[in-house]
């Protein structure tokens, strides 16, 4: 077995506004292990595409990009820097346009059996926190620590709203509230690979938890399953 398959994966999954970005992001840095971002990762072909003027609709074009993609997640100072062949893209991949573009991409079949592949490519020693909605079921289904962040669809609009205040953005919670609902009706139930938590996994209600809670008790998890040293 290789150094990179024997690696320790941390598989997080959850639904939009469980917190599973931030406390991902949070213990890949305290641990010093590598950060997997899945949802980005469209977004990121997308902007290959953009930059290499392949059309949105080229999909062995796609293909290739996605199972090539040059990217890396930086977890640093309590953000996340996306870089795309050297350069820093954590902003542009963030526009509603971008957002729109990754729609179009994630939907064709042959881009998604790409990405898979790259995404496993980012287990590698030291360790490897995978942040994503099918982490633990589809990508790597024997990651030894799975866990499945929730929190109420309340809760979730109320923290989503905080930070669009916080951001300067006039949004209405009921509106907020009602998009998680129906988003999370989507997600679990899509043919392919539906939002759930895997057999195996470590279900944890963040609703009532702080952030620092949340990343402690997954540090002693790992503690505990003697995936790390007692820190």
Not at 62 to 72: F, G, I, K, Q, Y
Request: proline share 5%; charged share 25%.
């Amino acid at each position: 077995m290789s150094d990179n398959a024997s690696a320790v994966v941390l598989a997080i999954d959850g639904p939009g506004g469980a917190g599973k970005g931030t406390v991902s992001r949070l213990i890949a840095e305290r641990l010093g292990w590598h950060l997997l971002d899945s949802g980005a990762l469209y977004r990121l072909t997308a902007q290959a595409a953009l930059k290499h003027g392949v059309a949105l609709d080229d999909e062995p074009a796609l293909a290739r990009l996605a199972e090539s993609l040059d990217v890396a997640f930086i977890a640093e100072g309590g953000e996340t820097r996306v870089m795309l062949e050297g350069d820093d893209v954590s902003a542009a991949i963030r526009t509603e346009t971008m957002g729109e573009c990754a729609s179009q991409v994630a939907a064709l079949p042959t881009v998604r059996q790409g990405l898979l592949a790259r995404q496993r490519d980012f287990q590698k020693p030291p360790g490897l926190v995978a942040d994503g909605r099918d982490m633990g079921t589809v990508v790597f289904p024997t990651a030894p620590l799975k866990i499945f962040l929730t929190a109420s669809a309340e809760e979730r609009a109320r923290r989503r709203h905080l930070q669009l205040q916080e951001a300067g953005v006039d949004a209405s919670l009921p509106s907020l509230l009602k998009d998680i609902q129906s988003r999370d009706a989507r997600d679990m139930q899509r043919a392919v690979a539906p939002l759930k938590p895997a057999d195996d996994a470590v279900e944890l209600d963040t609703t009532e938890l702080s952030i620092p809670d949340v990343v402690d008790h997954i540090q002693r998890l790992l503690e505990d399953r003697s995936l790390i040293a007692s820190i």
